[in-house]
């Protein structure tokens, strides 16, 4: 069976070495981005450009978005010029942007009745994992669809899992941000706590990796906060934007999100005070702050 044309729509920090890697793994590659750059650089690896989101429907048979916000793939694949007045009947759609349930389930209500498939299927991995495609995918639609779009997933990631019908990858999105959001503010409080007392942070990072604290956010953000390294894998302001969901899915469903609220606030924080940009592991600066105390390797006397 031949691979379909892809079109692939959001070329920014995770969307473009995914693109690069369905390239390389041989598929056509049709793209749009906002801006010029990235998409002149796919056009040297041999994907085609294309002038808007419909034209990128109309000449694919899988369509692919990967933006930074719910309104974002509103207007993208439901406005003027989008991804639904180009797509012909029986074109899937993959959303791999991180959105709001809610609007993830509009949309697949109004692409069942134009006679479309369509998939949520956020990510997790930030930009190593996009680059090595080792992304943690989570999908929600219909098996029909999951299993049309895998042999994509495969190339694009290693756990892929199909969580239930549309939204429900989003929702398993939120809940991951919750996951990641609160552990890097407790990271930062742990290694910030431990310069304070006058204890090198870097020892303490080693050994709690051995014990019950260990985790993938003490080994590689625990990392980056010691090497004083925010040159952003995943922004504080769009991991800001995730809790916000997470609250308003929360809000929505009944359930009390109370740390979360407490690490949105941090983060809101963080881009009120012009930090928005920095890695999601930059939230320590604000734990140093409030702390009156700098984080960093520290040398035995």
Do not use: C
């Amino acid at each position: 069976m031949s691979q379909p044309v892809i079109g692939f729509i959001g070329l920014g920090i995770m969307g473009k070495p995914m693109a690069w890697n369905l390239l390389k793994a041989g598929y056509t590659l049709v793209v749009h981005n906002r801006s010029r750059a990235a998409v002149n650089e796919l056009e040297k690896e041999g994907a085609k450009a294309a002038g808007s989101p419909r034209e990128v429907a109309e000449r694919s048979e899988v369509v692919i978005t990967m933006l930074p916000d719910s309104p974002d793939v509103e207007q993208v694949v439901a406005g003027d010029r989008g991804v639904f007045q180009g797509a012909k009947p029986g074109t899937l759609l993959i959303d791999m942007s991180t959105i709001s349930p809610v609007v993830a389930r509009r949309l697949a209500a109004e692409a069942e009745e134009r006679k479309l498939e369509i998939l949520d299927a956020p990510v997790s991995g930030g930009e190593a994992g996009a680059i090595n495609a080792t992304l943690s995918i989570m999908i929600g639609g219909k098996t029909s669809a999951v299993e049309r779009a895998m042999p994509i997933f495969q190339v694009l990631g290693k756990n892929v899992v199909h969580i239930g019908e549309a939204g429900a990858g989003q929702v398993a999105k939120a809940a991951n941000q919750v996951v990641v959001g609160l552990t890097i503010a407790a990271v930062s409080e742990a290694l910030v706590l431990a310069t304070k007392a006058g204890v090198d942070p870097a020892k303490v990072r080693q050994v709690l990796l051995g014990g019950f604290a260990q985790s993938r956010i003490l080994d590689a953000h625990g990392q980056k906060m010691l090497e004083r390294n925010f040159k952003p894998g995943f922004r504080i302001r769009l991991h800001e934007k995730d809790l916000s969901i997470a609250l308003a899915t929360g809000k929505e469903y009944g359930v009390p999100l109370l740390l979360t609220a407490v690490v949105d606030q941090m983060m809101n924080s963080m881009k009120a005070t012009g930090r928005g940009e920095l890695d999601h592991s930059g939230l320590v600066t604000l734990i140093e702050e409030w702390a009156g105390t700098e984080l960093g390797q520290r040398k035995d006397k």
